[in-house]
């Protein structure tokens, strides 16, 4: 396919870190994105949460699967765009590399613990995972992926952590955008987690579908399926539902974006980044109904009284840890103890913190659990 020519090429990128030969086979953004999923944080996503805890049910979306969807809805706009595909797929596989356990619950937690020494940001994680904490290579640390595509991962910062962002972070001192690729892997993963969420929700029982027909992206949707199958189950009324709540998402974000972008006529890359605001976005009867779902959905779901429960437990438990390995960092395991100490000799007290966060926010919500049941649970003597 061919390239628009404001879409991020190999030809143009601004390389990597550490300078490597070209790849013999494979594009500079295709080596990026089979570096992401060889990585061990990708694997670790399997078993971190999106919604609903692992232990809750195998058949909700965990952060794995939440990545793997985000990237097939990004390909698909970025196809139809003529932007770059691999470069749309690697930013969307790795957007949550640095996501905590027990997902927006252990951020928070996180974030808490280290409000005296910066903060935590699983998009400032993510980055720091793919440019330092993976451990494959023999002449670089992390992965040493494309600048697109850091700049990709790297979504939103809060203005405290701008210097922390590193080269990534550019565009946010200076106040421009990312490429068009990162703009549509943002836009992709909100339509997949406000719409799988909702299919989850229902899933565990959660959310009624007669106080959904108020919404106006799931009413019409809902009224089209129930009038064309009146004889379909219930579970089959929910899934053509949402793959059509889906689709006409992404439709409108491709036919608006594509007018904008042909009224503004960036000639390359670097005019995208360039220009006042992002060109990837929904029309604004679109983005009202978008953000009425999500508004119920924060209501609804996140604050319906079992996630509540699940998310105060998630926080306790990340909490004490982070206290647990302050207070004695001997109850390390030995590796992640000597990189928490090289950390504490070249930062001090906030290195040391950073670096337990790092092994914290690496723990799968299993992982976490065991953790916290091996320093906490008196029977628990390993």
């Not at 944080?41 to 232990?55: D, G, I, M, S, W």
């Amino acid at each position: 396919m061919e390239l628009a020519p404001y879409a991020a090429s190999d030809a143009t990128t601004r390389g990597r870190v550490y300078e490597e030969s070209a790849p013999d086979w494979r594009g500079e953004f295709q080596r990026d994105r089979d570096r992401i999923i060889h990585c061990a944080a990708f694997r670790r996503l399997e078993y971190k949460t999106q919604v609903f805890v692992n232990h809750e049910g195998d058949m909700f979306r965990t952060r794995l699967t939440h990545s793997i969807e985000v990237a097939q809805i990004a390909r698909t706009i970025a196809r139809a765009l003529s932007l770059n595909e691999d470069l749309t797929e690697a930013i969307a596989l790795a957007h949550d590399l640095g996501h905590a356990p027990f997902g927006h619950a252990g951020q928070e937690s996180l974030n808490g613990c280290m409000r005296e020494y910066g903060g935590f940001e699983h998009n400032l994680q993510s980055l720091r995972v793919v440019e330092l904490l993976e451990e494959h290579y023999a002449s670089f640390p992390g992965l040493n992926l494309s600048f697109e595509t850091r700049e990709g991962i790297l979504k939103h910062c809060a203005r405290a952590n701008h210097e922390r962002a590193g080269e990534a972070g550019v565009r946010f001192r200076a106040g421009g955008q990312p490429g068009l690729e990162a703009q549509v892997a943002d836009l992709a993963d909100e339509i997949a987690y406000n719409n799988h969420d909702l299919d989850d929700g229902l899933r565990a029982g959660l959310i009624e579908v007669a106080k959904l027909e108020e919404i106006t992206l799931f009413r019409e949707p809902y009224l089209e399926v129930c009038r064309r199958w009146p004889e379909l189950s219930q579970r089959g009324v929910i899934h053509e539902v949402i793959r059509r709540m889906v689709n006409r998402q992404v439709c409108d974000l491709i036919e608006t974006s594509r007018d904008l972008i042909a009224s503004v006529a960036p000639a390359d890359i670097d005019a995208v980044r360039a220009h006042d605001g992002p060109l990837i976005r929904f029309e604004s009867t679109m983005q009202a109904a978008h953000r009425e779902l999500k508004h119920y959905l924060g209501t609804h779901l996140y604050r319906h009284y079992r996630v509540h429960r699940m998310t105060t437990k998630a926080k306790r438990t990340l909490k004490a840890l982070f206290e647990a390995f302050m207070v004695d960092s001997q109850v390390l395991p030995p590796t992640t103890r000597s990189r928490v100490q090289a950390l504490q000799e070249t930062d001090g007290e906030a290195g040391k913190a950073r670096g337990i966060v790092d092994y914290i926010a690496g723990m799968t919500d299993r992982y976490a659990i065991a953790e916290y049941e091996r320093l906490f649970t008196p029977s628990q003597l390993t």
